[in-house]
Nanobody, 117 residues
Framework: QVQLVESGGGLVQAGGSLRLSCAASRSISINNAMAWYRQTPGSQREWVAV???????NYADSVKGRFTISRDNAKNTVYLEMNNLKPEDTAVYYCKLTTYIPSGLYWGQGTQVTVSS
């Protein structure tokens, strides 16, 4: 079992920045992918970005060029740097860990991000 704990959410004005963190309870250095998703009330959870254990990254078009995902395997932590935030980025942000060997799927509890106009 792996526990994921997100932090760093809050209230920010449009155009501002936030950095989210997701700390895993055990090593995440190999054979996995860590991703961020977000969800607003009444909507499905939306994929935002992913980083593989080897370092490859990918982003949703809606955040490309504004958000940066990174990981520090020594700290078992993944980050989401969010710049030029827009009101439509308001959501609860969730961290997800997908392990390949053995296969597993873990979610954090979420952190609220609110962007005011």
């Amino acid at each position: 079992q792996v526990q994921l704990v997100e932090s760093g959410g809050g209230l920010v004005q449009a155009g501002g920045s936030l950095r989210l963190s997701c700390a895993a309870s055990r090593s995440i250095s190999i054979n996995n992918a860590m991703a961020w998703y977000r969800q607003t009330p009444g909507s499905q959870r939306e994929w935002v970005a992913v980083v593989q254990s080897g370092g490859n990254t990918n982003y949703a078009d809606s955040v490309k060029g504004r958000f940066t995902i990174s990981r520090d395997n020594a700290k078992n932590t993944v980050y989401l740097e969010m710049n030029n935030l827009k009101p439509e980025d308001t959501a609860v942000y969730y961290c997800k860990l997908t392990t390949y060997i053995p296969s597993g799927l873990y979610w954090g509890q979420g952190t609220q991000v609110t962007v005011s106009s």
